[in-house]
């Protein structure tokens, strides 16, 4: 008796191991556990020369179950389809406040401006993390500052506007980032609130603190 209890608990530490070691998602954990502990039960009752397939058959399943085979990748991307006559003009506007600032900013393929402080040296987030942050809003036309803060944020990168999608992931971790973004790709005709007014180019300082799923 004493044998096939220690027997049980090697099977469910090496089971809930394998899918604790698969997952930070603790949903998927206690999913986990049920799913060793049901397991385990069964194969303790079964001769030892069926434990290996159904323990190859638990790879399997657990596989599936945590995602340890998923694809990590994020194929998400920025929806840069907007109007570009309004793109255009907003373009336009960018690029002689930049003359006339003297900043030599790189462009980007969407059309946005940026320019890169600091590279950093942690992960590079995509669309599918989320991104911790400190950063400064400012209009365009008269520098006023429409939204700041000192403190860390934690925003889900796709949730914000299409200009923090696309400028963001141009840095990693530790990294910051002063970004010239058309209206088109901000909040567009419609503004937002009192403090933004429509088709209103926007400049946001950047600093990328921390990257998570």
Known sequence: MENLVIHFIYLFRIFFTFIKLSTNNPALRWSGYIFSLSLA????????????????????????????????????????????????LDVDAIESYLSENNIEAEVHPSGIRYVVKETG?????????QVTVRYEGRLMSDGSVFDSSDRAIAFALNRLITGWQVGIPLIKEGGSIT?????????????????????????????????FN
């Open 41 to 88: 039960l069964k194969i303790q009752k079964k001769f030892i020369m069926r434990i290996l397939p159904l323990f190859f058959v638990l790879i399997l399943s657990s596989t599936f179950l945590t995602g340890c085979f998923r694809n990590d990748g994020c194929d998400q991307e920025p929806n840069t389809a907007v109007d570009q006559n309004q793109l255009a």
């Open 121 to 129: 040296t942690g992960r590079k987030p995509t669309l599918c993390d």
């Open 179 to 211: 970004l010239y973004i058309p209206s088109s790709y901000a909040y567009g005709r419609k503004g937002a609130g009192d403090d933004i007014p429509p088709n209103a180019n926007l400049i946001f300082d950047i600093e990328l603190v921390a990257v």
